[in-house]
């Protein structure tokens, strides 16, 4: 499943996600952001299960942000999950 999800609060705009058909994480692109720490970030939970990033990453906050933008790939992964659910 290909998913592509508009990011609030962080410096990256978007995260663009690939997943298969086993919930396996097969691509994470950032748009914006730091790029070194957000392709840190994408390269590590490729071949990750979807439920395992969001276990890890949920609730992660940048400074005093009410978030980060590994809490806005677990949101996404969330949204994404609720998508192929209902579809």
Same mark, same amino acid.
């Given at each position: 499943?290909?998913?592509?999800?508009?990011?609030?609060?962080?410096? &990256?705009?978007?995260?663009?996600?690939?997943?298969? %058909? $086993?919930? !396996?994480? +097969?691509?994470?692109?950032?748009?914006? =952001?730091?790029?070194?720490?957000?392709?840190?970030? &994408?390269?590590?939970?490729?071949?990750?299960?979807? %439920? $395992?990033? !969001?276990? +890890?990453?949920?609730?992660?906050?940048? =400074?005093?942000?009410?978030?980060?933008?590994?809490?806005?790939?677990?949101?996404?992964?969330?949204?994404?999950?609720?998508?192929?659910?209902?579809?």
């Amino acid at each position: 499943m290909k998913y592509t999800y508009k990011t609030i609060g962080t410096c &990256s705009s978007q995260i663009q996600i690939e997943t298969d %058909d $086993d919930d !396996i994480i +097969k691509r994470v692109e950032y748009t914006g =952001g730091c790029n070194g720490n957000l392709n840190g970030i &994408s390269r590590i939970v490729v071949g990750m299960k979807v %439920d $395992d990033v !969001i276990q +890890k990453f949920k609730g992660i906050h940048c =400074g005093m942000k009410p978030t980060s933008c590994p809490d806005q790939l677990a949101r996404a992964l969330e949204q994404m999950k609720k998508a192929k659910e209902t579809a």
